[in-house]
Structure formats: structure tokens, C-alpha cells
């Protein structure tokens, strides 16, 4: 994302041409932005630019390059050949980038892809920069970038080739369910789909990601399409994902509910998706839930759902 996408103007920072390499960077308090929308991404890197320049810093602009999101996107910051107000003795010399993350906040593998391919295309001919991969503790006596991120630092995880991810198991498994028999909908009232058959034959509910036994959790990317029909005219319909916990009774609660689309139909039938990216806690699953607000029961007629996944 550019700092015209951001609505920047160029950077009046002074001019450089930094060539030693990329310092990694982090924010020093949990933002939680991986079990957020993209756009709270966007909305922190405004805010950020917004406190570097104000009356406490009073820099010229934000002090780093870039920042890599936990969404796996790149959003400029100073850029190119540019002066930073990153990391001193280091500023002029080195770019910056920040993945806004806290000492909790998980590093995703999407994160670590953006970081990789930021770095790839500082190494192109027109800015050939080298390779090397440092953090900001590197230059002076601090915490940044937090010690999960220096880990990858020092283990040479973010000096790898794009399209790997963290971990030696790089592929993302895959589940794809797809539910054809009608699902009766009451008003008011949440339903979990229950989805007729995965790719692989088996049958069950929608328990997406992990099951008990996969004890350490997941980072996934659902992307879901349901059909809805017999909605009143005019009446809401809804969809989210929801993440459950063992109740301690051999059941299940609600442990998160993941933020809520609410698609317009027109004559009674609704055909929407939804999709969202998240880090899944320890023996936790996954399911789609459903909810209409009209007067009559309506009914989900069918629907898919593909999972990518990586276990920790």
C-alpha cells in the first residue's frame, strides 16, 4: 500500500540511499491486529504517522520505511531513499520496517512472507541493497523488535525466498466441506452450518481448523459461501465465524466471535461470502454460524467452505 493509497504526499524526510540491509522493528505493546480486519492495519499505520509527527516526537514524518502487516501486506511509511527515524546509527544506512506487533502478538506467516518479499524487491537492481536481515537491538540497547521477532532475525527466517512460511512445514493444509441439504433457519436465533461433506469423504459439522488433538493451535484463512432463501422481504441476515473452548464438561463455549457481515438481499434469497483471517488459540475450533431477522423461518439451501491452515 502506497503513501498515495494513504493519501501522502512524498516524504519530506531528507534523501538517503540506504544499501547495509533491513532492520526489523516492533511496536513494544500488543496491538492484536492478526484477529483484526485489514483496515485496522491501515488505521494504525495513520495513527502512528500521526503521533511521530505530532508534538511528542515532532518528526518530519513516520520514522520507519515500511510496515509488514500481520494480513501479509506491505504499507509504505518514509520509502525509498529516504532518511529514517528508526533506528540511530542506522538511519541513513539501513531501511526499516515494522511489523506492529507486541511482545504476545503472534508474527504471522503471512507477516513473514510480506517482510520476504519487501526484502526481495529492495535487492532488485535499481535499489540493490543487500540482504542482510538485522534488528533494531542490533544498533542500540532495546528490546525492538521483541524476542520473537529477533529469533527470526538470528535464525535467517526472514532472509529466506518469498512463498515460504514460518516453520519447516511451508504448505498450508487444506479441509473444503460443502453442505447441499436445506438447513431450516429460525428468526432471532444463531445456527451453526452444519456441513454435509468435507473433500475428503467425511461428514460432520463445520469443525474447521483443529480438533482437540491438535493441541497447539492454527493460523488459517476461511473463505466461506452460503445461500440463503424464505427471507422476509427487507429482513437482516448474518454471518461470522465463532471460536470455541472446552466448557471443562466435555462440551463446547463460545470463546470469540469474529466480526459480523450483513449481506442486502432482494426477494427473499441471499447468496453472500465471508472470509477471515485469524490465529486460533490452543484447543480451540472453528465454526460458521448464520442468524436471520425476519418474521418466518427461512432456510440455508447450501454452501462452501475452503480452509487453508498452519499448525504450530
Known sequence: MSRSDLGWGSSPAEQANPRSGLVIHYDSSDQNLANKNHSSCVTYWRNTRSFH?????????????????????????????????????????????????????PITPDQINAVRQLRQ???????????????????????????????????????????????????????????????????????????????DGETGEFYALVGVEETKG???????GVTLEGLDSGAEAQIRLT???????????????????????????????????????EGRRVRVRVAQYGKVEAQVTSATADVFYWKR
Open 121 to 199: 524487491w529492495l535487492m532488485e537492481p535499481d535499489t540493490s541493497i543487500s540482504g542482510k536481515v538485522l534488528g533494531h537491538r542490533d544498533f542500540i540497547s532495546t528490546s525492538c523488535p521483541g524476542d520473537k521477532a529477533y529469533a527470526l532475525v538470528k535464525d535467517g527466517t526472514f532472509a529466506k525466498a518469498p512463498g515460504n512460511t514460518e516453520g519447516d512445514d511451508d504448505m498450508p493444509s487444506h479441509r473444503r466441506f460443502e453442505k447441499d441439504k436445506a438447513q431450516k433457519l429460525e428468526p432471532g436465533s444463531w445456527a451453526s452450518l452444519a456441513f454435509d461433506k468435507r473433500h
Open 218 to 224: 492454527a493460523y488459517y484463512d476461511i473463505s466461506v
Open 53 to 105: 509527527t505530532g508534538p511528542s516526537r515532532g518528526w518530519a514524518d513516520i520514522g520507519y520505511s515500511w510496515m509488514a502487516c500481520p494480513h501479509g501486506y506491505v504499507l509504505e511509511g518514509r520509502g525509498l531513499y529516504r532518511t529514517q527515524a528508526a533506528q540511530p546509527g542506522g538511519n541513513s544506512s539501513h531501511y526499516s520496517c515494522t511489523l506492529a506487533t507486541g511482545p504476545s502478538d
Open 243 to 281: 471460536e470455541y473452548e472446552p466448557n471443562g464438561d466435555g462440551g463446547w463455549k463460545v470463546a470469540r466471535n469474529r466480526p459480523i457481515d450483513s449481506p442486502v438481499h432482494v426477494g427473499g434469497r441471499a447468496h453472500f461470502t465471508y472470509s477471515w483471517k485469524g490465529n486460533l488459540g
